[in-house]
């Protein structure tokens, strides 16, 4: 009897350690497969994000119009005016001054070359074009604006004359004083 007692006892406790294995490996199987379907979720999502913003080489080669095509352009190059532009002009009965030092902008280092080169027609044309139309300063604060705008195309039109093209970017106001 005390053999059938321990064969008992001996089955009872592998019969309870078959039970308590099971709950482990069920519940490592269920954290597997949840890890699984998480992992096959994640590189779905970024499979489709990865065709959505690269896109593919020959779309873009069929669909391309030569007119959109971007040509990559040069650095951008600054020339300062210098010296600065003083000017007077009369304002009210008063005389009055202006100092503005100028600095133009371009990506084509022969345009700025050629402005080098022509700079005593350059400053003589942004004399004139300063001394006439300083009115627009006084009359509207966004008149300096419209004056950087002249500037430029002034530039630009000796450019035009002189070499056969327009080359300068942006002509830029980097310090203005009126008294």
């Given at each position: 009897?005390?053999?059938?007692?321990?064969?008992?006892?001996?089955?009872?406790?592998?019969?309870?350690?078959?039970?308590?294995?099971?709950?482990?490996v069920?519940?490592?199987?269920?954290?597997?497969?949840?890890?699984?379907?998480?992992?096959?979720?994640?590189?779905?999502?970024g499979?489709?994000?990865?065709?959505?913003?690269?896109?593919?080489?020959?779309?873009?080669?069929?669909?391309?119009?030569?007119?959109?095509?971007?040509?990559?352009?040069?650095?951008?190059?600054?020339?300062?005016?210098?010296?600065?532009?003083?000017?007077?002009?009369?304002?009210?009965?008063?005389?009055?001054?202006?100092?503005?030092?100028?600095?133009?902008m371009?990506?084509d280092?022969?345009?700025?070359?050629?402005v080098?080169?022509?700079?005593?027609?350059?400053r003589?044309?942004?004399?004139?074009?300063?001394?006439?139309?300083?009115?627009?300063?006084f009359e509207?604060?966004?008149?300096?604006?419209?004056?950087?705008?002249?500037?430029?195309?002034?530039?630009?039109?000796?450019?035009?004359r002189?070499?056969?093209?327009?080359g300068?970017?942006?002509?830029?106001?980097?310090?203005?004083?009126?008294?």
């Open positions: 009897m005390t053999n059938d007692t321990t064969m008992l006892v001996v089955a009872g406790k592998i019969d309870m350690a078959d039970e308590e294995e099971d709950v482990p069920a519940s490592s199987k269920k954290w597997l497969l949840i890890g699984i379907i998480v992992v096959v979720i994640l590189a779905a999502a499979g489709a994000a990865w065709f959505f913003l690269t896109g593919s080489d020959e779309d873009e080669s069929v669909d391309m119009d030569p007119a959109t095509v971007v040509i990559p352009q040069a650095p951008v190059q600054y020339l300062e005016l210098t010296p600065a532009f003083i000017v007077n002009f009369p304002h009210q009965g008063r005389q009055r001054f202006m100092q503005a030092t100028v600095t133009v371009s990506r280092g022969e345009a700025l070359a050629a080098s080169q022509h700079m005593p027609v350059i003589h044309n942004l004399i004139n074009l300063l001394s006439a139309q300083l009115i627009l300063v509207d604060p966004a008149g300096i604006e419209q004056l950087r705008q002249m500037a430029t195309a002034e530039v630009n039109q000796v450019l035009q002189e070499i056969g093209r327009e300068i970017d942006q002509l830029l106001f980097t310090n203005f004083v009126m008294q």
